[in-house]
């Protein structure tokens, strides 16, 4: 079975910083990836899907890249509003053990 | 526009078996992979398993002795058993289609 490791598992950064989350495959999984973000209380909203497609309605600054076995979730200018917790997925399958994002 | 809705049992005594359905509303259930998700209170996301439109599955190996996931086509439903649960059961159960759709979770805690 493939797994999902995610680094890292908290991150604390102000206000207009560039952020990456990073999401690693124990095996290729193409561009089979998505990326969710939760906010507490709250069902997981979808990002990115297939690795680097942006969902429709969700700000041009979140992006998605890589194939294979290594992905990474990049928000170019941090805002309040994207405090949360972020978590790839393999496609019907498992997910990683999440990034919680502080704003500092 | 594919809506998700969770329904069965909030509350489930040790040993017995959770079971939960999925009902899907604005398409049809063919043709696509159908998942359980759940999240125990305060922790990460963890994927149970899916069932495809054909009846076909696959589960999360850590969850796989206690299992079973099953899809009805006439009913536009499929759902979750999950045998002899204990406390550690505990969490909101949401069903999902890849990507991005997801019920609203319903809570199902584990208590005598």
């Known amino acids: 079975d493939i797994q999902m490791t995610q680094s890292p598992s908290t991150l604390s950064a102000s206000v207009g910083d560039r952020v990456t989350i990073t999401c690693r495959a124990s095996?290729?999984?193409?561009?089979?990836l998505a990326w969710y973000q939760q906010k507490p209380g709250k069902v997981p909203k979808l990002l990115i899907y297939k690795a680097s497609s942006l969902e429709s309605g969700v700000p041009s600054r979140f992006s998605g890249s890589g194939s294979g076995t290594e992905f990474t979730l990049t928000i170019s200018s941090l805002q309040p509003d994207d405090s949360a917790t972020y978590y790839c997925q393999h496609y019907n399958s498992l997910f990683g053990q999440g990034t919680k994002l502080e704003i500092k | 526009q594919v809506q998700l809705q969770e329904s069965g049992p909030g509350l489930v005594k040790p040993s017995e078996t959770l079971s939960l359905t999925c009902t899907v509303s604005g398409g049809s259930i063919s043709n696509y992979y159908w998942s359980w998700i759940r999240q125990p209170p305060g922790k990460g996301l963890e994927w149970i398993g899916y069932?495809?439109?054909?009846?076909?599955?696959n589960y999360n190996p850590s969850l796989k002795s206690r299992v079973s996931i099953s899809v009805d086509t006439s009913k536009n439903q499929f759902s979750l058993k999950l045998s002899y649960v204990t406390a550690a059961d505990t969490a909101v159960y949401y069903c999902?289609?890849?990507?991005?759709?997801w019920g609203q979770g319903t809570l199902v805690t584990v208590s005598s």
């Open positions: 999902a289609r890849d990507p991005g759709v």
């Open positions: 095996q290729s999984i193409s561009v089979w």
């Open positions: 069932v495809y439109s054909s009846g076909s599955t």
